[in-house]
């Protein structure tokens, strides 16, 4: 069983700056897909971010060149770095997991159900 813990998320003025974590415990696989869904009130979750163990990453349009997804295997953590946020960005944000060689990719964003594992969220809000 995998259980996924994020934290990082929190109030912030529209242009600053916060950084995600996504912390993996149990059995995890060498060959995976981890991605960054966030989800505004009254909106379907939209994935954002991905990654996967061939180092590939891939953004949804609205976050290029402002969030940066990274992971440490040392720590088996997943980060999501964001700068010069916006009120639209005001969301809970949730890491995700597949673990049966998903390849990251813009495909691989709009189909959050072939990720097996979920975190609970961390809420992101910013302000004008």
């Known amino acids: 069983q995998v259980q996924l813990v994020e934290s990082g998320g929190g109030s912030v003025q529209a242009g600053g700056s916060l950084t995600l974590s996504c912390a993996a415990s149990?059995?995890?696989?060498?060959?995976?897909?981890m991605a960054w869904f966030r989800q505004a009130p009254g909106e379907e979750r939209e994935g954002i971010a991905c990654?996967?163990?061939?180092?590939?990453?891939t953004y949804r349009d609205s976050v290029k060149g402002r969030f940066t997804i990274s992971k440490d295997n040392s720590k088996n953590t997943l980060y999501l770095h964001m700068i010069n946020l916006k009120v639209d960005d005001t969301a809970m944000y949730s890491c995700?997991?597949?673990?049966?060689?998903?390849?990251?990719?813009?495909?691989?964003?709009?189909?959050?159900?072939?990720?097996?594992?979920w975190g609970q969220g961390t809420q992101v809000t910013v302000s004008a």
């Open positions: 995700a997991l597949n673990v049966y060689g998903l390849a990251c990719s813009a495909t691989a964003l709009l189909r959050r159900e072939q990720f097996n594992y």
């Open positions: 149990g059995s995890t696989s060498s060959d995976y897909c």
């Open positions: 990654t996967d163990d061939d180092g590939r990453t």
